[in-house]
Every structure is written in C-alpha cells, then in structure tokens.
C-alpha cells in the first residue's frame, strides 16, 4: 500500500510551547516563492545548519526539489503562520528515504529549518514529532541525521524530544538516530508539551489585558448590551473598546467604527454580530493582535451545512492566524479573579467567585449552571461555554485548569467529544490532582448498533463514554443536580478516605432513610466505639437513639448538635459525618445551621462533613460561619448518600496504582504489520480475515487459538487424521456469520468416518438454511473451562473499545460485559472481571472449579497491544476463549477480525 497520497494531503494544527499556534501541512509546488522568504528568514548559522555549508540563495533546481514531492522517497511538510501579510513559513522539516540498513530496519534521513525569529518555542520540536509520525504510518521505522557539533538548538531538541536517541561524533559531526515508533516515553513528552501549550494560549485569553466588544449596543434587551453591562459590572481591570459603526458612545465609553479604529492593542476580541459578519470580526482582531476571540453569534453549523462550511472558514482562519477562539454559538467567558474581573457573557445572573471550573457546552443550560450555582452559593473560578467547539475545546480548558492555582474542581456539560483520546491521557493527569465532575448527555439516545460480531452488538456510544470515563477518573453524574451536588461536597470538603459514615440526626425517619441510601450506595454505618458511646451519653437525653445513626430526637438543642457531631466525628471508625436536621418547633434552622458549622470545625480535617436540612428553604447562611467555611448541605439524605459514594469511588480511583500496559516486542509489531499490510493490498476494502491470516495476526501478539485447519469438504476426512482427535468441525460458507444459527457446528468427532458423516450433516443444515457450504474448519475440541467472551469494536468517535464478558451464544441475550479503551493495563482488566455479574464463576461457583483469572488478564493485555499497532482493526471476536483451571491458561476456540483501512478517532 502506498502512503503517498495520504502523505501528500497531511494537515494538521499545533499548539508551540508559549500557546501560540501553527498550522503543519505537506508543502506544495506553488510553495516555491514561500519557501524562498524562508531561506531569506534564516540567519547565516542557521544556514550553515541546515545545508552544512554557506549558501546564499536557493536556485530553481533547488525550489524545485525542494517543493515537487512524490511523498514516498521523499517527502516535506510545513509549519506556517498567517498576518497580514499572508501565509509565511514557520519552519520547515523533512525526511528522504534510505536504502534498508543491515538489519532490515527502513530508514530515512531527517532536516530541520526553523525561522530565526521562531527559533526556542518548540516548533523544531513539533515538526520532528509531525514527521515521526508521518514516517511511521509510511512502514519508516528509524530517523537518522549529521548535526553539526556546534548546532546547539538541534541537538538540545534530541536530548529533550523523549525518543530513544543514540549518537556517535565524528570530526565535528554527530550521528544521531532514533526509532520513529512512539515510545511511552516519547508520548508524554509530546502530551506533556501539547497540554502547556493549550494552557498557556488560554492564560492569554481568559486573563486579558484589552477587551474589545464587536456588537456592543445601547439597546436593553440585545446581547451586545447585555455584554457590555456585563463587562463594566464585573470591573475589568484593562481597556474596554466597544465597536460599533453607529455610535459614538455606548453607556459613558467612547465607541469605535471598526476594530482596526481603536488603533491600540487588543487582547480578546468578542463578537456578537450577525454570522455572516463574524469571519471579518474575527480577521479584524487579528490584525488588532489579539490573542483570542469570543465569537458569541449563532448561525453556524448548528443550523445548516451552510452554515457549517463558514464556521469552518473562521476555524481556519483563526488557526492561520495562532489565534484561539472560544464557539461559535456560545455564551462567553467568565474569570472571576479580582485581578481581572471578566464577565464577557450576557447571562443575567452574577456569579460568586470560589474555587470550581466550569465548561457548558450548551449555552442554554450554560445559563441555568450559573444561576443554579449563585442559588447554591458555589464559586466559580472560571466559566466558559464553548458552543460549537471550533477551536477552544474540553481538552485546553482541562489543560488550564490542570494547574489553575484559583481552581480546586472541575465541572463539565458535555454533548460530544472532539478528541476522546486525547482527552483519555490528559483527563487522569488532572484528575490525579482535582476531581473531575461531568455530565454527558446523550445515554438513552446511544442505541445498539446492528453489526456482524458479538462484539460489536454489545457497544455504545454511552459505553465508550462510562469506559472512558472510569478509566481517567471521571465522576460522572446522570444530571446537573447530581453534578452540583458532587461539586458542592468536593469543592468544600476532603475527598473521603473510606466508606464508613457516622449520621448526626434529630429524627430517626430521615436517619433511616439515609442508612438505606448509604447502603445502597456501597457506604457503611458501623458501631460507633464504646467511648464515643459514653461521651454521647453524657449530654444526650435517656430517650436519644445512640446506635449510629445517632438519633438525638427532636428536642435535640444547638449545643448538642455541635457536641455530637464532635464526638461522631472523633471516632476511629467514622471516615465521614453527615448531619442531618428536620425543623422542629423548639429551635431554628438558623440556631442549628450555626452549631452544625461549629461542630463540623472540631472534626478532624481528613473527614468530610456533609448535611441535610428537610427543610423548603435549605440550610441558612449560618452553615459557612465556622472554622471550615460553607458546609454541602442537601434537601433529602438520598442527594448527600449518592454525592459522598461519588467522592469515594474517585478517591479509590485516585489512590489506584497506574497499573503496567503491555507492548508488542518489534518482532512481533512487524509480523502484525506485514501480515496486515499484505491483506490489505490483497484487499483493500474493509474484509474479514481468511482463518490462517487470523491465526497469524494472534498469534503476533502471543494469543493462542486452538489448532485449525480449513480445507474443502471432500478432503476433510483426510486433514483431520493429520490434526488429531478430538475435532470440532465448523461450516464456512459465504454471507454465514453466526454458524450456531444454523446448526453449523459439529463436535466430539473421534474418527475420519465421524468427520465425513459431520461434513454431510453440515452440508444438509446449510442447504436447508440457504447456504452453500464452501469449505469446512477443523479444530482440535477443547473441552471444559470457563466460556468467556473477549473482543474489539472500533467506535467511529471513540476509536477501538475492548471489551470482556461471559462467552458462548448467549452473549447478546445475557449482556454481561464490560468495556475499557486501550492502552488496557493488568489493573483494568482485573477491574474489567470484577465488573462482570458473572464474576463469581471465576472463582469456583457451587462447586466448580475455578478459572485461570490471570490467563484472561494476560490476554486482554496482549489483545490491547495488538490493537495500539493495528489502527486498521475495525472488528475482532474471539468467543468463545475457554479459560481453563488454575495454572492452564487461556486458548481461543473461535474468532472473527476483520480490518480495513485506518482511520482515526
């Protein structure tokens, strides 16, 4: 298979060091005259560099050569940057290939141009990264250069780029040569640079020292108006320029025709014109020096393709143009820093400043997340509505946030996801060090798709997202009440240590019902320790229930509910304390609220505190006046029992090792290649594998299938006295997928007449059925062990899903399994077994005896790897496995794969 033409049509857009942007693309032939701007941009060293020598100008042969490609032996791409003036070269890299080393190994040599006044952001680096991964998709298997000894910057870029870099120095030359193969190494080096980037290229857009409003307005009621009411009531720190061609002044500032009026620099443009005006808004800010854009105008590919081809012309531009833009079809930005002070939206409700971020992908419930939350007192640090995601996504405002000194938790509304993978290596990074809460909508709408493997049938969209979800740490809630219930106790409190809750009631209904709740929920109530016991008898009446939950009755007075939550929350055996009130005659919810609050400062700082006030007006202001600051507080004890168990599994998750990925050796990633290559060639529309080619691809990665021979009917007889007895026989015929549906499996054949009697029978059920049996599978029966189901479905946004469950026929009706996207580790995959309801078979069940665990485990493992080197892996089946007695492994019984060309998620 040629790679030229995906080679030759490569595109891609890249974040440098200090948050600005690049646009990488293959170079074409009308390049010449910007590739000679290029040559002029580097200074003598550079030249010297580059071409080892001093070179003055680049001739027409060397344009040419330089610029007419055949994206194989050769091929180039470039990084570019758009002004004023036009698109211009940023840098420039290359690789030319090699002939074949000793070895066998593909090889190509590698150069670098990067434009003297870009040199130190990161853009060699990134275009190295951009080339490796070219090279590698095209079968080149290591890089190779001469660098000039003296050539600092190149060979600071091998010593930090996370390749496995070798050298040798001869006369003032260094060798230098790396496998182009993305090591993990190499991934979080790149990861580590592509997240600073994004998380600088937002400091600049939500800490702006210049705002200009395109679309301001003297009307009440338009957005334009509501914005700049906005901007001045949150006291921006910087110049404010509204735009508008009408007016001179809007509400006491001066205003200006254009953007390209204000004749002063602009950080953040933010435009809330008509669509069809937006494009030169945003061209027009460019120019101004912006940073970024706040495109808040409808119209765009949320109404029409029309509509969806000009967002894509403003995406291109403000990528051209190393801008970021947050929407369109948003409703602004938000950075509550007193330093700042930016209310860059038109939403109606102030928002009090805290410690949580927060993304909303629907700027509808964008506006219901900030009133919920200025009803609910909780603090946002920095809110933004992303809207239709054409460039400032999930994944940069994660990066963002990662290490936001004002943001301690993270709340998302998600509609879809732009780059799940990428998303699936930053997100546990973060989430390491502050929860992530979200909401994705989306669950009932995700239906069963119809597909040919069992496999496939059993997946999702909401699957993918629960997987990927569980994998990076992600809470997530089934609605925004839950999600600000979870961010209200993580915002204010301790992520718990364990499950074991103690209860502080006045009434045992609403005690009881949290006791159900916490069970439920997987958290416990235990017995409180005989000393806590009697310091609760101490100043409780005789009446009180002291049994956890304690039950103080309904004259419970402040100063016992302050002394009690002390005590509970004393004890050894309590990991968390929940308080709960239902308003009687004899006190006030404000009384209790202020000695729950004082309580609550006593208990050691380890331990959440949560409470419930029963009441219609939830719990009084007084619930922030002790020493811990606002407590969570909730109207019904289920809400308080479905947060706490919520914090809990995320600081299980937390506190879980990383757990060990495998990877296949390089003998056995090239056996998977070439086999999957060579089928492809053969065929190159996606295709079930031929059953030796499957066996092989399996086998590449170590994954062991039971012997198998296929061969025409007639000669079966004579091809299993070759297999040996037992044998199993299986019909192969064209359009047959399930053959269990049609009776097109024989087992316990003993003996070559037991064979041609069991080619006879298959040929009759596949006759009765509308099937021609075309050629028969011989396989050594396995008998015993446990069925097991072990598969891949690649999903068209998530990419490929692993999947595990109980194997056989049933598989669909039965639907137990469980899901996780690779790289799976060996503690995902036991976690994958654990998930299953059937778990308890694994481990003996009435009396049978137990499966090998750890062969399954390993064979997950082994399957993950082989799908991270074969992106053309659309489907795989390997059902049933028998997983056998402890020590005797895991074999595969039957298997479908089928690939086709890759594709990325």
């Given at each position: 298979m040629s790679v030229a033409a995906p080679a030759r049509g490569y595109a891609a857009d890249v974040l440098l060091r200090d948050g600005s942007s690049l646009h990488v693309r293959a170079i074409q032939p009308d390049d010449k005259d910007r590739l000679r701007d290029h040559f002029h941009r580097l200074g003598p060293e550079?030249?010297?560099?580059?071409?080892?020598?001093?070179?003055?100008?680049?001739?027409?042969?060397?344009?040419?050569?330089?610029?007419?490609?055949?994206?194989?032996?050769?091929?180039?791409?470039?990084?570019t940057h758009t002004d004023a003036g036009g698109e211009h070269f940023v840098v420039v890299g290359r690789y030319f290939r090699l002939e074949p080393a000793e070895?066998?190994?593909?090889?190509?040599?590698?150069?670098?141009?990067?434009?003297?006044?870009?040199?130190?952001?990161?853009?060699?680096?990134?275009?190295?990264?951009?080339?490796?991964?070219?090279?590698?998709?095209?079968?080149?298997?290591?890089?190779?250069?001469?660098?000039?000894?003296?050539?600092?910057?190149?060979?600071?870029?091998?010593?930090?780029?996370?390749?496995?870099?070798?050298?040798?120095?001869?006369?003032?030359?260094?060798?230098?040569?790396?496998?182009?193969?993305?090591?993990?190494?190499?991934?979080?080096?790149?990861?580590?640079?592509?997240?600073?980037?994004?998380?600088?290229?937002?400091?600049?857009?939500?800490?702006?020292r210049s705002v200009a409003l395109v679309g301001a307005s003297r009307r009440p009621g338009t957005i334009g108006h509501a914005l700049l009411a906005n901007l001045r009531r949150a006291g921006f720190r910087g110049p404010l320029y509204p735009v508008n061609p009408e007016a001179d002044e809007i509400d006491g500032l001066r205003a200006y025709p254009s953007v390209e009026a204000i004749g002063q620099p602009v950080d953040l443009g933010v435009i809330a014109v008509p669509a069809a005006k937006a494009r030169e808004a945003v061209e027009a800010c460019a120019h101004a020096g912006a940073s970024g854009v706040v495109v808040i105008s409808a119209g765009f590919a949320e109404i029409s393709e029309e509509g969806r081809a000009e967002q894509e012309r403003i995406g291109a531009l403000v990528r051209a143009c190393?801008?970021?833009?947050?929407?369109?079809?948003?409703?602004?930005?938000?950075?509550?820093?007193?330093?700042?002070?930016?209310?860059?939206?038109?939403?109606?409700?102030?928002?009090?400043?805290?410690?949580?971020?927060?993304?909303?992908?629907?700027?509808?419930?964008?506006?219901?997340?900030?009133?919920?939350?200025?009803?609910?007192?909780?603090?946002?640090?920095?809110?933004?509505?992303?809207?239709?995601?054409?460039?400032?996504?999930?994944?940069?405002?994660?990066?963002?946030?990662?290490?936001?000194?004002?943001?301690?938790?993270?709340?998302?509304?998600?509609?879809?996801?732009?780059?799940?993978?990428?998303?699936?290596?930053?997100?546990?990074?973060?989430?390491?060090?502050?929860?992530?809460?979200?909401?994705?909508?989306?669950?009932?709408?995700?239906?069963?798709?119809?597909?040919?493997?069992?496999?496939?049938?059993?997946?999702?969209?909401?699957v993918a997202v629960d997987a990927l979800f569980e994998q990076a740490g992600v809470i997530r809630t089934d609605t925004l009440e839950e999600m600000f219930d979870v961010v209200a106790l993580l915002g204010t409190q301790p992520v718990p240590l364990g499950p074991r809750v103690g209860v502080v009631t006045n009434a045992g209904g609403p005690g009881v019902l949290l006791a159900d709740a916490c069970e439920a929920q997987g958290l416990v109530l235990p017995e409180l320790r005989p000393e806590t016991l009697?310091?609760?008898?101490?100043?409780?009446?005789?009446?009180?229930?002291?049994?956890?939950?304690?039950?103080?009755?309904a004259s419970a007075t402040p100063e016992q509910y302050a002394r009690a939550i002390e005590a509970v929350g004393a004890d050894p055996s309590v990991d968390s304390v929940i308080v709960v009130y239902v308003p009687p005659l004899v006190t006030t919810a404000a009384q209790i609220a202020g000695a729950v609050a004082h309580g609550a400062g006593t208990v050691p700082r380890e331990k959440p505190v949560l409470t419930v006030f029963l009441a219609t007006k939830g719990a009084p202001d007084a619930i922030a006046t002790g020493a811990r600051g606002r407590l969570p507080s909730y109207s019904f004890p289920e809400n308080a029992a479905r947060a706490l168990a919520a914090a809990l599994r995320y600081g299980r998750w937390r506190q879980r090792p990383a757990g060990h990925a495998?990877?296949?050796?390089?003998?056995?990633?090239k056996q998977a290649r070439l086999l999957v290559q060579r089928s492809l060639r053969a065929r190159p529309e996606p295709h079930w594998l031929e059953p030796d080619e499957m066996v092989e691809l399996l086998g590449a990665a170590g994954i062991e299938m039971a012997p198998v021979r296929v061969c025409r009917p007639e000669d079966a007889a004579v091809v299993a006295e070759q297999l040996g007895y037992p044998l199993v026989a299986k019909a192969i015929a064209p359009g047959l997928l399930h053959k269990s549906d049609v009776g097109g499996v024989v087992m316990d054949l003993e003996s070559a007449h037991d064979v041609r009697r069991a080619v006879a029978t298959l040929r009759e059920r596949l006759d009765g059925a509308g099937y021609r049996?075309?050629?028969?599978?011989?396989?050594?029966?396995?008998?015993?062990?446990?069925?097991?189901?072990?598969?891949v479905v690649g999903d068209p946004t998530f990419g490929p899903l692993i999947l595990c469950g109980?194997?056989?026929?049933?598989?669909?009706?039965?639907?137990?399994?469980?899901?996780?996207?690779?790289?799976?580790?060996?503690?995902?995959?036991?976690?994958?077994?654990?998930?299953?309801?059937?778990?308890?078979?694994?481990?003996?069940?009435?009396?049978?005896?137990?499966?090998?665990?750890?062969?399954?485990?390993l064979l997950l493992r082994r399957l993950s790897a082989l799908v991270e080197e074969v992106p053309e892996l659309y489907e795989l089946d390997l059902n049933p496995v028998k997983v056998r007695g402890p020590g005797l492994g895991a074999l595969v019984v039957d298997a479908r794969v089928r690939i086709g060309p890759a594709r990325t998620a």
């Open positions: 550079s030249v010297r560099h580059r071409f080892f020598g001093m070179k003055k100008e680049l001739t027409p042969e060397d344009l040419r050569y330089f610029t007419e490609l055949d994206f194989d032996e050769h091929v180039g791409l470039v990084g070895d066998g190994i593909a090889r190509a040599e590698f150069a670098l141009a990067v434009a003297d006044e870009w040199q130190g952001r990161g853009a060699g680096t990134l275009m190295l990264e951009q080339l490796a991964l070219v090279a590698s998709q095209a079968g080149i298997e290591r890089f190779e250069a001469d660098v000039l000894a003296g050539n600092v910057h190149m060979l600071e870029l091998l010593a930090h780029i996370g390749f496995d870099v070798s050298e040798t120095s001869r006369a003032g030359v260094v060798r230098a040569w790396f496998p182009v193969r993305l090591t993990e190494a190499a991934r979080a080096a790149s990861d580590a640079r592509t997240f600073a980037g994004a998380a600088r290229s937002l400091r600049a857009l939500l800490n702006p190393g801008l970021r833009m947050v929407g369109p079809n948003c409703m602004g930005v938000l950075n509550t820093d007193p330093a700042v002070g930016l209310n860059a939206t038109f939403a109606p409700t102030e928002a009090p400043a805290g410690n949580v971020g927060v993304l909303s992908q629907s700027g509808a419930l964008g506006l219901a997340i900030l009133d919920y939350a200025h009803e609910l007192n909780i603090g946002i640090s920095t809110f933004v509505s992303v809207g239709n995601k054409a460039d400032v996504s999930g994944n940069d405002l994660l990066a963002y946030w990662k290490d936001d000194p004002r943001t301690d938790v993270i709340a998302l509304y998600l509609e879809s996801f732009g780059n799940p993978r990428r998303f699936a290596r930053l997100a546990p990074q973060v989430a390491r060090g502050k929860p992530i809460v979200a909401v994705k909508s989306g669950r009932s709408a995700a239906g069963t798709r119809a597909a040919a493997s069992h496999s496939a049938s059993l997946a999702c969209l909401d009697e310091a609760l008898r101490g100043f409780l009446p005789p009446q009180a229930g002291l049994k956890n939950p304690v039950d103080m009755i495998l990877h296949l050796s390089d003998s056995q990633r049996l075309d050629s028969v599978l011989l396989q050594r029966q396995v008998d015993g062990g446990l069925e097991a189901l072990v598969g109980v194997g056989g026929v049933q598989v669909e009706l039965v639907r137990d399994v469980s899901f996780r996207l690779p790289p799976v580790t060996d503690l995902d995959a036991e976690e994958m077994i654990d998930r299953l309801r059937s778990r308890p078979l694994f481990d003996g069940y009435r009396g049978a005896p137990p499966a090998d665990r750890g062969a399954l485990v």
